[in-house]
Nanobody, 115 residues
Framework: QVQLVESGGGLVQPGGSLKLSCAASRSILSIYVMGWYRQAPGKQRELVATITSGGSTTYADSVKGRFTISRDNAKNTMDLQMNNLKPEDTAVYYC?????????WGQGTQVTVSS
């Protein structure tokens, strides 16, 4: 089994930056794809970005050019660098690791973009 713990959320002004981190309790080398999701109040959880073990990435259209996902298989971490943040980016952000026998989620970290 693997546990995921997010960190790095907070309050930031529009146009600002935050970096989220997801730490895994064991090696992530064998986890083919990992991702970041977010859920705003009253809305469904949505996919933000994914990254494979080889480094291939995908992004939601709403964050392309502003967010960058990365992972360090040696450190068992996955990051999300968020730049030029907008109020509509306000949400709880979750890291995710879909395994063949389970779908693992972190506890989430709150990101609030407000002046």
């Amino acid at each position: 089994q693997v546990q995921l713990v997010e960190s790095g959320g907070g309050l930031v002004q529009p146009g600002g930056s935050l970096k989220l981190s997801c730490a895994a309790s064991r090696s992530i080398l064998s986890i083919y794809v990992m991702g970041w999701y977010r859920q705003a109040p009253g809305k469904q959880r949505e996919l933000v970005a994914t990254i494979t073990s080889g480094g291939s990435t995908t992004y939601a259209d709403s964050v392309k050019g502003r967010f960058t996902i990365s992972r360090d298989n040696a450190k068992n971490t996955m990051d999300l660098q968020m730049n030029n943040l907008k109020p509509e980016d306000t949400a709880v952000y979750y890291c995710n690791a879909p395994l063949s026998w389970d779908n693992i989620w972190g506890q989430g970290t709150q990101v609030t973009v407000s002046s």
